[in-house]
């Protein structure tokens, strides 16, 4: 789901650039007056969120428990992940499996609500990653390591899902068949939307 698939980039890189990412859209959604286009950017957020969620769980979980004094940055990370997951969990269904002309056609108050409580959660969570977390793996990690880790975020975002799992343990806790079988889960429901033409060419339909 990342605009850093394929790049061979460290994984502070990787990790700054999905967090503009989602940033960017956050504001797409609050900028725009077209309801087809907040569409569009609700669904692309929960798709990019969720994704991005499940790459820290398969990279940054098992990293902060090998570093000494990463303890304190794990119980964080899974504290901001929980808190995450919820809020996406309850706006997708909200907005699965439907036109992104469609998704503010009932509850609009409660998409919008929705959004914004992520949208607090996500600026939290972001400041403490690039202020406190990432400062601290960089400081234990040559950039040879921090490289590696990219790559493998890389790859974790390539094959992780695209919409919230909050009931089922974290991505490096589970095994490849499960991951694989909720991606392709994943992918049914996203064939009956199509956020990137909603964003890029969407109308006024709404609610």
Known sequence: ??????????????????????EQLLEGYFATDSWAKRGGYAQLLI???SNLVSVREEVLRPLLRELAGGAAHLHRL??????QLDLLARLDELTKGVGPRDVHQHQADRVIDLIKQLRGVVHDYDAYEASDLLPFVEGRLDMDRL???GQQAGKAGRRGPTHPHP???PADERS????TATRLHDRLHDMAEHPEEAVESGGEQGP
């Open 1 to 22: 789901m990342s605009e850093n698939d394929g790049a061979t980039i460290d994984l502070v890189s990787f990790l700054a650039a999905s967090r503009l990412r989602t």
């Open 47 to 49: 798709k990019e969120l």
């Open 78 to 83: 899974d504290e901001a992940r929980g808190g």
């Open 147 to 149: 490289t590696e880790l």
């Open 167 to 169: 009931s089922k343990p």
């Open 176 to 179: 490849t068949l499960t991951k």
